[in-house]
Each structure stands twice: as C-alpha cells, then as structure tokens.
C-alpha cells in the first residue's frame, strides 16, 4: 500500500494557498519544526493527519503541544525527526544522540532553510530537509518535499518549490 507523504518545514506562522494545495494532496502531512503558530497547525490538520515537532521559534502553546523530536515506524522504515539536526558529518550534538539510539532509516531535519536529501553513508540513513516552505527567512525558494511511502522504500521524491517574491 502506498502513502503519499508532504514534508515541509520552517513554515513560521504561514499557511496559504501554496501550503494548503500540497497539504490536500496527502496522506499525511509531516513538519520539521518552526510551525510558528497554532494556526499553521490547525490549517494543516484540516487536510489531513499530521506529524510535527517545534522548533526553535516556536514557543508556548506549540512547545506544549508538539515534542521536540519523534520517532516512529511507518511502512517498512524507521523515522527520526528533529528540527536542529545537522546534516551528514556535521550533525547537532542531540540529533547525533538520537541517531545513535534510535538507528532511523531516514532521518529529517529542518532549521537550515536550505533543501538537501541525501545519504549518510556512515550512519546508513537517508537524510532529509525540506528547506524552507514559508515566507520568513533569507531563502529565495519556498521549498517541500513530496514521496510515496511504499514497501519500505521513500519512492517518485519530488521537490516542489516557489519563488518567495511571489508568495
């Protein structure tokens, strides 16, 4: 059975027509942190199940409701998300601590907004940042990724991206 999945971070309070089409599109929405409000939560959860962790902005209400990492088995793989993460050989303290405890197959991060997916050959896992799907911050691009979940493989990963002058 396969699942498509929306990956998306650093949406910093913005929830807009650009998210919401992508977001309806899914089976299941995951965020990397820096939701930014309680709203950007709730539209997202309009359009389907969500999956989330806070981030450094996010404060309150969302460091009460959402935890700092998650971990969890979906489809053959296990899954590891943090928002301050790293990337390959130059990982944050916690997420290599978490790496090293739970051994995911893919691990996600977000923070940098800068997208990246690729592996970790030393620690076998797939890495992945969506980059940055909000309005906030020095990026150009509005960045998400999409995937199906099949069989124990992230299968058709697709980058969808938007120019942030234009929304």
């Not at 793989?77 to 390959?88: E, S, T, V």
Request: charge should be neutral; proline fraction near 4%.
């Amino acid at each position: 059975m396969s699942k498509r999945i929306l990956l998306l971070s650093d949406t910093h309070g913005t929830c807009d027509d650009f998210i919401a089409k992508y977001a309806a599109d899914a089976d299941e929405i995951w965020h990397a942190g820096d939701v930014g409000s309680l709203q950007v939560l709730e539209c997202l959860e309009t359009k389907g199940p969500v999956r989330a962790v806070y981030g450094n902005i996010d404060g309150g209400i969302l460091r009460q409701t959402l935890p700092e990492f998650t971990y969890w088995e979906d489809g053959g793989l296990k899954f590891l998300m943090l928002h301050i993460g790293g990337y390959p050989g130059r990982y944050s303290a916690r997420a290599r601590e978490l790496i090293d405890r739970y051994r995911p197959d893919v691990f996600i991060a977000g923070h940098s907004h800068i997208l990246k997916v690729m592996p970790d050959k030393v620690r076998h896992l797939m890495h992945m940042n969506p980059g940055a799907a909000g309005r906030s911050g020095f990026h150009k691009k509005r960045t998400m990724l999409r995937f199906h979940l099949e069989e124990g493989q992230l299968k058709d990963l697709e980058v969808i991206e938007r120019d942030r002058k234009h929304g």
